[in-house]
């Protein structure tokens, strides 16, 4: 049995804690709202965002954030991506040296366009600093519906202590030593599921659907592998993985909010209405950013950007994906000589 401190109490955070709860780990978990902490504390469910997932009485809420760090086996670190490094530098004092943190969110920070472990791996130098992605909505974690996620980390070791902590029969764990690749991948999907969100708004089919999750994660390989990333994270449960499940889902912040967007609401509109972090709003400019730092094509990303931020008219938006200048799906591909 480990102690867990669990950073951030919203959607994905209770539901990882209650995940590792029944791994039979005791668990403490960290919000800085005090509304949400008196919520949880009574209420012991979130009925906004897990409804009907009951919350065991001996698990503790709290916003005494030095509490929930100090003697912890490992940390868990499950804020919206805007409030990480604000999050991180809250806790570097209270970090044992070599205490393990492993991030669960998503996103790139807009003005560094770092990823979140390299933004806590600055705050907290002292951390160990893993990170926990793939498809996975915290709806599905919290009714113990079957679910594969990957644990990627520095060393060997660490991954495979935590693959034990978080793993059990509905809650698979591989590991992996690609935390960059898998970051990028879990932050640009979310992009592409605004893109797949407009398209339903706007009343598109199932093509239109597959050709953005196709065309979308052949985007974010491109720029991701030569970032650094391994051709391997994008191709599995962190990268196509995790983008299907973003861009189908009846649960996904960005695919609703990109619907909404769609149907002619406006941005901010919208994320009210999603009412929790629609992740990919904040990731598309650091996308843009990195595909020309990196003198990468981002076609969807790029409209995604201009929709969101410039007002384009998704329909327009669509149609100039439609006819950019024709070419080979794979221009690698040679063709034999007849
Ligand atoms: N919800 C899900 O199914 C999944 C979410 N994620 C990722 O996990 C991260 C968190 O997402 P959710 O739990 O869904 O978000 P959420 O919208 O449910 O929760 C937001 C949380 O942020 C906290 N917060 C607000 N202002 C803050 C501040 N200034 N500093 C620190 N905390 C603050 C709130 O107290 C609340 O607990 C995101 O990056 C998301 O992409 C990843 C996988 C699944
Ligand atoms: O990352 C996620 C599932 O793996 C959550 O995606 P949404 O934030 O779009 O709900």
């Not at 400019?285 to 409209?303: C, F, H, N, Q």
Request: charge should be negative.
């Amino acid at each position: 049995m480990a102690k867990v401190g669990i950073m951030g109490a919203g959607s994905w955070g209770t539901a990882l804690a209650l995940l590792l709860y029944k791994n039979g780990h005791e668990v403490a978990v960290w919000s800085i709202s005090k509304e949400e902490v008196e919520m949880l504390s009574t209420k012991r469910e979130h009925a906004s965002k897990l409804p009907g997932v009951k919350i065991p009485e001996d698990m503790e809420f709290t916003t005494d954030m030095e509490a929930v760090i100090k003697g912890k086996d490992f940390l868990v670190l499950a804020v919206p991506s805007p409030f990480t490094r604000s999050t991180a530098r809250s806790m570097k004092p209270f970090v044992a040296d070599g205490q393990i943190i492993v991030d669960v969110s998503k996103g790139i920070e807009e003005t560094t366009l770092m990823t979140l472990s390299q933004q806590i791996e600055e705050e907290i130098p002292q951390a160990d600093v893993a990170v926990l992605s793939g498809p996975s909505h915290a709806e599905e974690v919290g009714r113990g519906l079957p679910t594969s996620v990957v644990i990627g980390a520095r060393t060997k070791g660490t991954a495979e202590y935590l693959q034990k902590m978080f793993m059990n029969e509905v809650f698979r764990v591989y590991t992996s030593p690609d935390m960059l690749g898998m970051e990028l991948g879990g932050s640009l999907k979310n992009v592409i599921a605004l893109a797949a969100g407009i398209a339903d708004g706007l009343g598109y089919g199932d093509n239109t659907k597959a050709a953005l999750i196709t065309r979308g994660i052949a985007e974010i390989a491109r720029l991701g592998v030569k970032m650094g990333g391994a051709v391997e994270s994008f191709t599995g449960l962190t990268g196509i993985g995790d983008l299907i499940v973003t861009c189908a889902s009846q649960h996904s912040r960005n695919r609703k909010a990109g619907y909404l967007i769609g149907q002619g609401m406006s941005m901010q509109a919208a994320m009210d209405e999603v009412k929790m972090v629609v992740e990919g709003v904040y990731s598309t400019k650091a996308a843009v950013k990195l595909g020309e730092k990196y003198d990468v094509a981002l076609p969807i990303i790029g409209e995604v950007n201009k929709v969101l931020f410039e007002n384009k008219d998704p329909r327009e938006a669509v149609n100039e994906l439609m006819l950019r200048d024709s070419k080979a799906e794979h221009s690698a591909l040679p063709w034999k000589e007849m």
